[in-house]
């Protein structure tokens, strides 16, 4: 999971520099001095003394380079522990060696060097895989969490376009050619209108391969502190789940799965204060709404199941405005009725937004009509092109997942 919200206090993050680099430090120290030397009392206090400057090194170092962004990808993660663990060693030693009373010649350069391979080995790759899992986790939790209630977070979850969004999956639409050049631009446009609309943005990390990883909101559905991880129904897509489900967790929501024979897309799910309308149609079947139903309703959650026949998704043909109205684009809608309140909306790109606000809302460029009529309603607008992602099928909806 990636952080690349609104700028973090400066604050925030030098505490979460230090807290991750003291976790990466320790780590590596204990594990060089249990994991190397079988944890042996008699030589423990011998080895500790000779890492403590190595530690010390590695906490400057590891806290430097979280500060400058070494969390937000992996490939960095690895490169900078790595880095660390090699400095930390060297200088530490030498540190060491030359506070022992030895003079510092070529023939112990060419030794501490050579304790890369012996007495260091460890210390560098515990230093290396701490940076990777635990200093990262503590990194993240303290970035995304700490100081801040979670629940009171309004946090919007995303993932990068794979590498072959062309070849996502097709329903209800014919095949066109998709400029990926130009979806990579409008996906950073749709995530900088949350950012500029005050919300904190969390990245999945991105899914090579996965062509349609990018519509994250079919992957999990979250109801307060409840994410319910989807089963997706086409069973190509099953795969995008399980980074999803770590982000999830790393947020500190409590998680519930969907489990197979029950498919359940997320785009299938629509909240309406208490109500959840869910669509029964080629992704979604009555096993997963059944489980659906189980999870939530001791939440105070009322399922309601709606057909879907003539769209990918429930919400590829309504959505919800902040009061509660439903709107629509008629013809891919099977029955308005269903609905307390229908809105019909002119334009078919029309039909989804995604709520920013009490006042405000987000919707696709390709419906000016449709923006016209929200606005006309009280509502601030804000819109994006996601012309590629529409080719797919998508809409403004689908590219997040939105805790409130």
Not at 132 to 145: E, K, Q, S
Not at 219 to 243: D, K, M, N, Q, Y
Request: aromatic share 6%; with cysteine.
């Amino acid at each position: 999971m990636t952080v690349i919200a609104r700028p973090v206090p400066f604050l925030r993050r030098l505490a979460a520099a230090a807290v991750s680099a003291i976790v990466v430090a320790a780590i590596a120290q204990v594990a060089t001095m249990l994991l190397f030397f079988g944890g042996q009392a008699s030589q423990l206090g011998q080895i500790g003394d000779f890492l403590l400057a190595s530690g010390l090194v590695l906490f400057v170092v590891s806290a430097v380079f979280a500060l400058i962004g070494i969390y937000r990808f992996w490939y960095l993660r690895l490169v900078a522990g790595l880095v660390a663990g090699v400095v930390a060693a060297i200088v530490g030693s030498t540190v060491t060696v030359v506070t022992g009373g030895t003079a510092i010649s070529a023939g112990v350069i060419g030794q501490l060097f050579a304790t890369l391979l012996g007495l260091n080995l460890p210390f560098v790759l515990a230093a290396t895989i701490a940076t990777l899992t635990a200093g990262y986790a503590v990194w993240r939790l303290v970035v995304v969490v700490t100081g801040t209630d979670a629940r009171s977070l309004r946090v919007a979850i995303v993932r990068p376009p794979a590498d072959n969004l062309a070849d996502g999956q097709l329903t209800h639409l014919e095949r066109s050619a998709i400029d990926t050049d130009l979806a990579d631009t409008q996906w950073d446009s749709y995530v900088a209108a949350f950012v500029d609309n005050g919300w904190d943005v969390v990245e999945v990390p991105v899914a090579s391969g996965q062509a349609d990883s990018v519509f994250i909101e079919d992957a999990v559905v979250l109801f307060g502190e409840l994410a319910v991880i989807a089963s997706p129904g086409a069973e190509s897509r099953r795969g995008e789940i399980a980074e999803v489900e770590k982000t999830v967790r790393g947020l500190g929501l409590k998680v519930a799965r969907i489990e197979q024979p029950g498919t359940l897309d997320g785009g299938d799910v629509l909240k309406v204060g208490k109500t959840v309308y869910v669509g029964r149609g080629g992704r979604t079947n009555a096993e997963g709404i059944r489980q659906l139903r189980a999870l939530v309703s001791p939440l105070g959650y009322t399922v309601v199941a709606v057909p879907v026949t003539k769209a990918l998704h429930l919400k590829s043909t309504v959505t919800a405005l902040p009061d509660g109205t439903i709107i629509g684009y008629p013809p891919v809608v099977d029955d308005s009725a269903i609905f307390e309140r229908f809105l019909a909306v002119p334009e078919a790109g029309g039909l989804a937004v995604v709520v920013l606000a009490a006042d405000t809302v987000l919707m696709a460029s390709s419906a000016p009509q449709s923006a016209a009529l929200i606005a006309d309603l009280g509502y601030r607008v804000v819109t994006v092109d996601i012309s590629e992602f529409e080719k797919l099928e998508g809409c403004v909806t689908c590219l997040s997942v939105r805790l409130r």
